[in-house]
């Protein structure tokens, strides 16, 4: 069974950077898709960024319009751990931020379609202040 952690979350002021961390365990194939999710309370969960693994090189990258320029996704196969590297932080960042796999590549016409994704992490708190 897969299973997800996340950790690297925290406080920090705007222009501040953090760098999450999803820690994967149960995995048995090179070839997935890593995604980041965010939600604040009251509303949808919201893609943030997708990687896809295709043996062992990365093969496609996706990014939300709010995050692009300041967050980057990446993997590291041997430690089957992604990452989200955030910098130039806004408030309107703020929210629990989620990993979520699926086997396979990233579904290209609509990476961030909660549906597509089969595990998931409990999350991890970001909190940016102005």
């Known amino acids: 069974q897969v299973q997800l952690v996340e950790s690297g979350g925290g406080s920090v002021q705007s222009g501040g950077s953090l760098r999450l961390s999803c820690a994967a365990s149960g995995i048995y194939s090179a070839h997935y898709c890593m995604g980041w999710f965010r939600q604040v309370p009251g509303k949808e969960r919201e893609g943030v960024a997708t990687i896809d693994i295709d043996g062992e090189s990365t093969s496609y990258t996706t990014y939300a319009d709010s995050v692009k320029g300041r967050f980057t996704i990446s993997l590291d196969n041997a430690k089957n751990t992604g990452y989200l590297q955030m910098n130039n932080l806004k408030p309107e960042d703020t929210a629990m931020y989620y990993c979520?796999?699926?086997?396979?590549?990233?579904?290209?016409?609509?990476?961030?379609?909660?549906?597509?994704?089969?595990?998931w992490g409990r999350g991890t708190q970001v909190t940016v202040s102005s």
């Open positions: 979520a796999m699926r086997w396979g590549l990233c579904v290209a016409s609509n990476p961030y379609d909660r549906r597509f994704y089969d595990y």
